[in-house]
C-alpha cells in the first residue's frame, strides 16, 4: 500500500491511496464467502454456489460494495497511520479505481488537529488568594450543622416564619381553568427556599395551621411550560401542618453528638482545619484553572467545527449519565424543562470550544516542553487506583489496555504534569 497526503487547507488534508490488486482480490474473495451465504440459485444449496456461476449470473460488481466495505476501513486505518496525521472527523472518500484484477486507488479528504502557535505560557500572572479560615467561615459551618441536625417540631399555635416547613393542599388555576401539573397535597414546603414561583412562599407566611386563601403570582417568562410562560396563575393553599426547626444548643453536648470530639473547641478546630484543606484545594484548582485560560487566551488556534461537535456529543452523554445517576432519566429532564436535544446541545458549544482549545493549549505545551507520564508514574497511579477499586494494578492495566483507556490515562497523567508546570512557572500575586 502507498499513501501520501497534501493539506489544502488550514485544517484538511486529502490523503492519496493506493492498495495493491492482491489486496482487492482477497477482499473479494471475503465479499463472495458473505455473499453466497444468502444467494438463491435454483440447484444449488445456499453458500453452495461455484463462484464462476455466482459471477456469471449476477456479475463480479455485485461484490464490490462488500469488498470496499471490508478494505477500506482497515487501509485508511493504516494509511493514516503511515502518513502521521491526526484524523478529528470521518473522511470524505473519492474511489478513483476500484475492480477485479486492479490496484484500489481512492484520496479521502478528511479534517485533521490543528496546529497550535503557542504565545506565553510561563511567567504568567495569577491570583493567590488567602488560605486563611475566618471565625465567620467556622459559624457558618456550625449553622449549617445545626439546621441539619435541627429537630422539626409541629407548631400547633402561631403562623408560619421564613425557614418553616409548611405542608400544604394546593391547586393552580389559569383564567379560573385548573392545569395539569398544578395541584398538590401534602406537600412539605420549606418557607424561603425558593423551590416554588415567585412569590408564592412569601404569601405562604403568616398564615396558621388550617387557614386557606387565594395566592396570586405570576409564572416567569422564562418559565418550562409554554402553557403557562407569563401567565397570572391563582393557587388554592390550605396549610395543613406547620413544623419549626428546633435548632440544637452549641455546646459540648452538640459537639459529642455530631463529631468524634468531646468539646465544642476541639470540633471547632476540626472544623477550621478541614476548611483549610478544603479552601487550599480550591484555591488551588481556581489558580490552574486561571493560568491554563492566560495560556490558551495567549495562543492561537482554529478550532475544527467537528472538534467541537464531538465535544459536545461527549458532554451531553456525561451529562446523561449524571441525570441518570440522580435518578432522573434524559428524555423525562427535557420534557420537564421544555427543551430539547438540539437547545441542550447549543447551550453547551461555548463551553465546548473553550474545553477543545484549553486541551490542545495543554498538549501543545506539554509537546514544547517535552513533557510525558513515565512508566513509573503510570504504575504509581495504576498502584492508587487498584486500592480504590479493590483490584490489583496488574488487572486494572489488563482492562484498560483492552477497552483501548490505558492511553487516556497516560494522556490524563501528561496533562496533569504540564498544568503542574505552568503552576511552578507562574508568578503569584496576592490579593488585595
Not at 418550562?224 to 410562560?229: A, G, M, Q, V
Not at 438540539?342 to 493549549?361: F, G, I, S, W
Amino acid at each position: 500500500m502507498k499513501a501520501t497526503w497534501e493539506k489544502i487547507e488550514k485544517n484538511k488534508v486529502v490523503l492519496n491511496v493506493e492498495v495493491d490488486a492482491e489486496q482487492v482480490a482477497t477482499a473479494l474473495d471475503k465479499a463472495f464467502k458473505k455473499v453466497v451465504a444468502k444467494a438463491n440459485i435454483p440447484g444449488f444449496r445456499k453458500g453452495k454456489v461455484p463462484r464462476q456461476i455466482f459471477e456469471a449470473k449476477f456479475g463480479v460488481e455485485s461484490l464490490y460494495q462488500d469488498a470496499l466495505d471490508i478494505l477500506l476501513p482497515e487501509v485508511y486505518v493504516k494509511a493514516v497511520e503511515e502518513s502521521s496525521i491526526e484524523p478529528v472527523d470521518r473522511p470524505d472518500v473519492e474511489i478513483e479505481q476500484f475492480g477485479k484484477g486492479q490496484a484500489l486507488i481512492f484520496k479521502a479528504t478528511v479534517i485533521v488537529k490543528p496546529e497550535v502557535q503557542l504565545g506565553e505560557y510561563k511567567g504568567l500572572e495569577v491570583e493567590q488568594k488567602d488560605n486563611a479560615v475566618t471565625e465567620d467561615e467556622i459559624a457558618e459551618e456550625l449553622k449549617r450543622l445545626q439546621q441539619r441536625h435541627a429537630e422539626l417540631v409541629v407548631l400547633e399555635e402561631g403562623t408560619a416564619e421564613n425557614g418553616d416547613i409548611a405542608v400544604i393542599d394546593f391547586e393552580g388555576f389559569v383564567d379560573g381553568v385548573a392545569f395539569e401539573g398544578g395541584k398538590g397535597e401534602n406537600h412539605s414546603l420549606e418557607l424561603g427556599s425558593g423551590s416554588f414561583i415567585p412569590g408564592f412562599e412569601e404569601q405562604v407566611v403568616g398564615m396558621a395551621k388550617g387557614e386557606e386563601k387565594d395566592v396570586n403570582v405570576t409564572f416567569p417568562e422564562e418559565y418550562h411550560s409554554e402553557e403557562l410562560k407569563g401567565k397570572a396563575a391563582v393557587f388554592k393553599v390550605t396549610v395543613r401542618d406547620i413544623k419549626r426547626k428546633n435548632l440544637p444548643e452549641l455546646d459540648d453536648e452538640f459537639a459529642k453528638d455530631v463529631s468524634e470530639f468531646d468539646t465544642l473547641d476541639e470540633f471547632k478546630q476540626d472544623i477550621s482545619k478541614r476548611l483549610q484543606e478544603r479552601k487550599e484545594k480550591s484555591n488551588e484548582q481556581e489558580r490552574e484553572s486561571a493560568l491554563v485560560e492566560k495560556a490558551a487566551a495567549n495562543a492561537e488556534v482554529e478550532i475544527p467545527d467537528a472538534m467541537i461537535t464531538t465535544e459536545v456529543d461527549q458532554m451531553f452523554n456525561d451529562f446523561g449519565n449524571r441525570l441518570k445517576m440522580q435518578g432522573m432519566e434524559l428524555d423525562m429532564y427535557l420534557q420537564f424543562t421544555g427543551q430539547d436535544e438540539a437547545t441542550v446541545k447549543q447551550q453547551m458549544r461555548t463551553d465546548a470550544a473553550r474545553r477543545v482549545r484549553n486541551n490542545l493549549v495543554i498538549e501543545a505545551i506539554a509537546k514544547a516542553e517535552n513533557i510525558s507520564a513515565t512508566e513509573e508514574e503510570i504504575n504509581e497511579e495504576l498502584e492508587r487506583l487498584s486500592n480504590q477499586y479493590q483490584r490489583s494494578a496488574d488487572e486494572l492495566r489488563a482492562i484498560l489496555s483492552a477497552n483501548g483507556s490505558l492511553d487516556s490515562l497516560q494522556t490524563d497523567l501528561t496533562t496533569r504534569k504540564t498544568i503542574a508546570f505552568l503552576v511552578e512557572n507562574s508568578k503569584a500575586v496576592e490579593v488585595a
